[in-house]
C-alpha cells in the first residue's frame, strides 16, 4: 500500500487526527464515507494510506452526501465529545478549539456553539487587540440568542433516528479534505482526511463544505437530504454553522476574515 507520511509541526497532535480518523471510519460499514485509512502513529509522525483522486462528478457527489449523512448518524455521545482514543490538547496550528468533558456538556446544540466554539475565538481575538468592544458586542449578541436556543433546530433525520445525542462531525469539512475517489464505482464517492473530529449538529460540516465551494455542491446536499432529510430552515442558518470556522480562520489568519465574520454575525444578532 502506498504510504502518506505526515510530519508534526507546531500544535498537531497526530495521535489525536489519527484517532479522529479511526472514529469517523467506524461508520464505514453502515454506509458511512470512506476515510483515509491510518498505518501507525506517534507524537512525531502520522502514517496514512495514499489516497488516489479522481476527477468531481455528478453521480459522486449525490453518493458522497448520502455517505456524510451515514456517517454522522453513527452518533457521538454528547455536544463537543472528542473521538473515543483522544488524548492531548485539542490545538489547530496557534488556535484552542477545546473539546468538553461529558460533566460540562450541555444538552443543546445553541449552548455548546456559543459558549465553546463562538465566545472561545472570540476571548482569543479580544485578548490579541483583533475584535474592539463593539465587535465583542456584536458576537455576545450572537452567543446570547445561540444560548437562549433562537437556532435550535432538529437534526437530520437519520441522526434523530440513530437515538444519539448528537452527530458524529469531521470538523473541518472544507473541499480539501474530502477527496474525491479514483474509482469513479467507489460506493461512497469520497475519501475523508485531515479531521478535527468531535459531537456535533450535522449542519455544522455541511455548512463548511460550503463555506469555500465544492465540486457539485447541490448534488452532494440532495444526495444526504435523499438519505437524512434536513430540518426545515437549514439553508437560513448555514451562515450561522459557519461563524465558527471564519472566527477561526480570524484567530490564524486575521485580516480579510475579520471583516467577512463581523458582517457575517450581523445577520444574526
Known amino acids: 500500500m502506498d504510504q502518506f ?28 464515507i470512506r476515510v483515509a485509512r491510518v498505518l501507525s502513529a506517534d507524537e512525531g509522525e502520522l502514517v496514512e ?5 479522481g476527477a468531481p462528478s455528478a453521480a459522486a457527489a449525490r453518493r458522497i452526501g448520502a455517505a456524510l449523512a451515514h456517517m454522522h448518524a453513527e452518533g457521538a455521545a454528547w455536544y463537543g465529545c472528542p473521538p473515543d482514543g483522544w ?8 488556535a484552542r478549539t477545546p473539546y468538553v468533558s ?11 456553539f456559543a459558549e465553546h466554539r463562538i465566545m472561545n475565538y ?11 468592544s463593539s465587535d465583542e458586542a456584536l458576537l455576545e449578541r450572537v452567543a446570547s440568542r445561540l444560548a437562549s436556543g433562537d437556532f435550535d433546530a432538529p ?13 458524529r462531525l469531521h470538523g473541518d469539512l472544507w473541499a480539501g479534505n ?47 437530504d435523499e438519505v437524512s432529510p434536513l430540518a426545515d430552515g ?30 457575517m454575525a450581523r445577520r444574526y444578532a
Not at 11 to 31: F, S
Not at 155 to 167: E, F, I, K, W
Not at 241 to 262: D, R, S
Open 87 to 94: 488524548t492531548g490538547d485539542p490545538w489547530c496550528g496557534r
Open 122 to 132: 472570540v476571548r482569543t481575538l479580544v485578548d490579541r487587540g483583533d475584535f474592539d
Open 178 to 224: 474530502v477527496l474525491w475517489d479514483a474509482d469513479r464505482s467507489a460506493p461512497t464517492g469520497g475519501v475523508l482526511i485531515d479531521p478535527m473530529a468531535y459531537g456535533g449538529h450535522a449542519e455544522t460540516d455541511l455548512a463548511m463544505l460550503a463555506l469555500f465551494g465544492y465540486p457539485f455542491l447541490d448534488e452532494v446536499l440532495l444526495g444526504y
Open 49 to 53: 494510506e495514499r489516497v488516489a483522486t
Open 155 to 167: 437534526q437530520p433525520t437519520l441522526v434523530r433516528d440513530s437515538g444519539a445525542a448528537c452527530a
Open 5 to 32: 507520511v505526515k510530519t508534526a509541526g507546531y500544535g498537531d497532535n497526530l495521535p489525536g487526527e489519527a484517532a479522529a480518523l479511526r472514529w469517523l471510519a467506524e461508520a464505514e460499514p453502515h454506509g458511512g
Open 102 to 112: 461529558r460533566e460540562d456538556a450541555s444538552s443543546r446544540w445553541g449552548a455548546f
Open 234 to 263: 437549514w439553508r437560513e442558518r448555514v451562515g450561522l454553522h459557519q461563524l465558527a470556522p471564519l472566527l477561526l480562520h480570524c484567530v490564524l489568519f486575521g485580516g480579510w476574515y475579520i471583516g467577512e465574520t463581523l458582517a
